[in-house]
C-alpha cells in the first residue's frame, strides 16, 4: 500500500462543492469574530449554516429562506423563555421535536427541515443562555436578534438562483417531498424520548443539554433498524473522536483566541463536509473536544460530550424499541 493511501481515502469521503459552499457563508463570520473579539459571530453562524444546509436540500426561495430562518430565531426565544419554567422547557422540546415527525411525514425530504429547525434552537438556546440569572438574560436577549438576523444573509443570497423566473408564492423549487409515512410510531418514540432527555438535563442540572436531547432526538429514524445503526455510527464517533480531540488541545495544538474560533468553524463545516455520516460525526466530536479544550482546558467538558451523547442515544433506542413493541401489540 502507498503512503498516499490514507490521504486518497480521507479525500474520497469529502463532498468538495458543499463544502465550499459552507466555508463561503461561514467565513464572514469568522472573521467579524476574528476582528472584534465578539463571540456572538460565531454563534450566529450556526444559524447560518443551518439555512443554508436547508436551503440547499430542498431548494429554498428566498421567501423560504426567511420564513425558515424565522423559524429558528422564533423557537431559539421560545426555549430561552421557557428555561426559566423547567416544565415549560420540557413541554417546549417535545413540541418541537414532534414538529420534525409531523414535517417528514408530510414527506421524507421534509425531515431536513425539521432536523435543521431543532437541531440550531437547541444549540442557539443553550449558548445564548450561558448560565445567565432570569433578569440577565431578559436583559441581553433584544441584543441577539440583530446577529441571528444577519446569519440569514448567506442562505438568502444563495436563494436568489432558485427564484429567477418562478411563482413567487412558492417557497421551494421542489414539486414533490418525497414519500409520505405513517408517522404515529416515530412520534411516539421521538415525544417520549426527547421528553425523556429534557425532563433528565433540566432536574439533573446538566450542562450541555442539546447534546443529550439531541442524542435522543437523532435516533429516531423511522425503523428499529436504521435507529440501530445510527446508534452505532454515533457511539463510535464520539468514543473515537472526543479523546483524540482532548488530547489535540492539550498536547498538539496551541491556544489562542484564533484557534478557538477555527476548531469552532471546522465544527459546523463537518455538518456538510463529508459522504458518510459516521465519518463527519467522528470529526464533528473530535473539533468540538478539541475547541472546548483550548476554550478552558477542561478535559471533564469534553468528556461530556461522549457522556450525554451517549446517554441520549440509550435514550433513544430504548424508546425506538418499546414505541415499536407497543405498535406492533396494538397492531395485532
Known amino acids: 500500500m502507498s503512503a498516499d493511501a490514507p490521504h486518497l481515502r480521507i479525500a474520497s469521503e469529502i463532498e468538495v462543492w458543499p463544502l465550499l459552499r459552507a466555508t463561503i457563508a461561514l467565513l464572514p463570520f469568522v ?3 476574528l476582528a472584534t473579539g465578539n463571540a456572538m459571530w460565531m454563534k450566529a453562524s450556526l444559524l447560518a449554516i443551518a439555512t443554508v444546509i436547508a436551503e440547499d436540500k430542498l431548494a429554498l426561495r428566498p421567501s423560504g429562506v426567511i420564513a425558515h430562518g424565522l423559524a429558528i430565531i422564533g423557537g431559539t426565544y421560545l426555549l430561552l423563555l421557557a428555561e426559566l419554567v423547567p416544565a415549560f422547557f420540557v413541554v417546549a422540546c417535545m413540541l418541537l421535536a414532534a414538529g420534525v415527525i409531523l414535517l417528514a411525514s408530510r414527506g421524507k425530504a421534509l425531515r431536513a427541515l425539521g432536523n435543521w429547525t431543532f437541531i440550531p434552537v437547541l444549540i442557539l438556546a443553550n449558548e445564548l443562555h450561558g448560565g445567565r440569572t432570569v433578569d440577565a438574560l431578559l436583559r441581553a436577549a433584544p441584543a441577539f436578534l440583530p446577529y441571528l438576523l444577519v446569519a440569514l444573509v448567506p442562505a438568502f443570497i444563495s436563494a436568489q438562483r432558485h427564484s429567477r423566473g418562478k411563482p413567487v408564492a412558492r417557497w421551494s423549487n421542489l414539486d414533490d417531498f418525497g414519500e409520505r409515512a405513517p408517522f404515529g410510531e416515530d412520534l411516539a418514540a421521538m415525544l417520549a424520548s426527547v421528553g425523556i432527555a429534557a425532563l433528565m438535563v433540566v432536574y439533573g442540572r446538566m450542562e450541555h443539554a442539546q447534546w443529550v436531547i439531541w442524542g435522543a432526538a437523532s435516533i429516531v429514524t423511522g425503523s428499529v433498524d436504521t435507529a440501530r445503526e445510527k446508534l452505532k455510527n454515533r457511539a463510535w464517533g464520539v468514543i473515537a473522536g472526543v479523546p483524540i480531540g482532548v488530547v489535540l488541545g492539550q498536547f498538539v495544538v496551541p491556544h489562542s483566541g484564533m484557534a478557538v474560533t477555527l476548531a469552532t468553524l471546522a465544527v459546523f463545516l ?19 473536544a478539541l475547541a472546548i479544550m483550548l476554550a478552558n482546558q477542561s478535559a471533564a467538558d469534553a468528556f461530556e460530550r461522549l457522556t450525554h451523547v451517549l446517554a441520549g442515544g440509550v435514550i433513544g433506542i430504548v424508546c425506538v424499541l ?4 407497543v405498535s406492533r401489540r396494538l397492531s395485532r
Open 31 to 33: 472573521v467579524l469574530a
Open 270 to 288: 463537518t455538518l456538510v463536509a463529508f459522504k458518510r455520516y459516521v465519518v463527519g460525526y467522528f470529526f464533528r466530536c473530535l473539533f468540538v
Open 322 to 325: 418499546g414505541a415499536h413493541a
